[in-house]
């Protein structure tokens, strides 16, 4: 699988961002595609998943009730969409992939090129 992350950019403190991962490679099952953002001197940080059948979802604590996960299977596309985004957003944002949410952020199956965040307050 390879993943392809687009998106990013500069946004001021309250504003707005949607973060696109175009998938590619045959593709099984149920799977996860996700977004792992790591900013300078930072842990990596998972901030959200989605399973391309269920339809479930998980977001970060960090990011809940602001950022919005979804899919359209058809177009093997993830979007991110990013509310009221904050400086502590500001990070690289890595596309992810495999078969479940549920690891740790740098163990996800295949990773994009990462996108730049930056969020000025």
């Known amino acids: 699988v390879q993943l392809q992350a687009s998106g990013g950019g500069l946004v001021q403190a309250g504003g707005s961002l949607r973060l696109s991962c175009q998938m590619s490679g045959f593709i099984l099952d149920d799977y996860v595609i996700g977004w792992v953002r790591q900013a300078p001197g930072k842990a990596r940080e998972k901030v959200s998943c989605?399973?391309?059948?269920?339809?479930?979802?998980y977001y970060a604590d960090s990011v809940k009730g602001r950022f919005t996960i979804s899919r359209d299977n058809a177009k093997k596309t993830v979007f991110l969409q990013m509310n009221a985004l904050k400086p502590e957003d500001t990070a690289t944002y890595y596309c992810?992939?495999?078969?479940?949410?549920?690891?740790?952020?740098?163990?996800?199956?295949?990773w994009g090129q990462g996108t730049q965040v930056t969020v000025s307050s």
């Open positions: 989605i399973y391309s059948v269920r339809g479930t979802t």
């Open positions: 992810v992939f495999g078969p479940t949410c549920y690891v740790d952020p740098s163990d996800f199956r295949s």
